[in-house]
């Protein structure tokens, strides 16, 4: 069964940098998309990012183009998310995603990695 | 960006109810419309996508329906372990967006 492990988050101050990291297990096909998708504490669902596995596309939140850069490795395993510049705005249970082949929705999930952004 | 709204925000309801939620779109998504069922501390999980087509493993007591700005999800007989947030989602172009959420609560 497809596996998703997210690593990487802690607490940052503002204007500082983390980097996310998503382990993929079990597919590899450069068909498929991945995404970032946040929640902030007691709110709901934002999509922040998207990559292609093949590398050639990527799409990302207005509020969060210029500070975060989403990537992978060549072998398709593991997915990042380098984010520059946080603010506590940024604050938020980040989840990695794949996206069907069949529609733009997320099947698989990892468990998520919360992100603190705080003085 | 296209703005989703689900309503109601909350609902309570009790086992055997039929229970619906709805979605509007800010604008045409036509079919790019997907839901999802949280509960606390998990990630979300995906139910349906393309307006209503059942993922894989899904109870056949939820389903899904609408087009262009109205969509609609239905859960036909609550059961205990349906206790939870729904969203919706379009994926009709970027940025995705979601609905703020439905918390559907025990009567």
Redesign the interface.
């Known amino acids: 069964e497809v596996q998703l492990v997210e690593s990487g988050g802690g607490l940052v101050q503002p204007g500082g940098s983390l980097r996310l990291s998503c382990a993929v297990s079990e597919f590899t096909s450069t068909r498929y998309w991945m ?1 970032w ?1 946040r929640q902030a504490p007691g709110k ?4 922040v990012a998207n990559i292609k596995l093949d590398g050639s596309q990527r ?1 990302y ?2 509020s969060v183009k210029d500070r975060f850069t989403i990537s992978r490795d060549n072998a398709q395993t593991s997915v990042y998310l380098q984010m520059n510049n946080l603010r506590a705005e940024d604050t938020a249970v980040y ?1 990695c ?1 794949r996206v ?1 082949l ?6 698989f ?4 990695t919360l992100v603190t952004v705080s003085s | 960006a296209i703005q989703m709204t689900q309503s109601p925000s909350s609902l309570s309801a009790s086992v055997g109810d039929r229970v619906t939620i709805t979605c509007r779109a800010s604008q045409d998504i036509g079919n790019d419309l997907g839901w999802y069922q949280q509960k606390p501390g998990k990630a979300p999980k995906l139910l349906i996508y393309i307006v209503s087509t059942l993922q894989s493993g899904v109870p056949s007591r939820f389903s899904g329906s609408g087009s262009g700005t109205d969509f609609t999800l239905t859960i036909s007989s609550l059961q205990p372990e349906d206790f939870a947030t729904y969203y919706c989602l379009q994926n009709y172009n970027y940025p995705k967006t979601f609905g703020q959420g439905t918390k559907v609560e025990i009567k």
């Open positions: 995404s998708v709901g669902l934002e999509w799409n939140l207005d989840y995603a069907t069949f529609s733009g929705d997320f099947d999930w990892g468990q998520g």
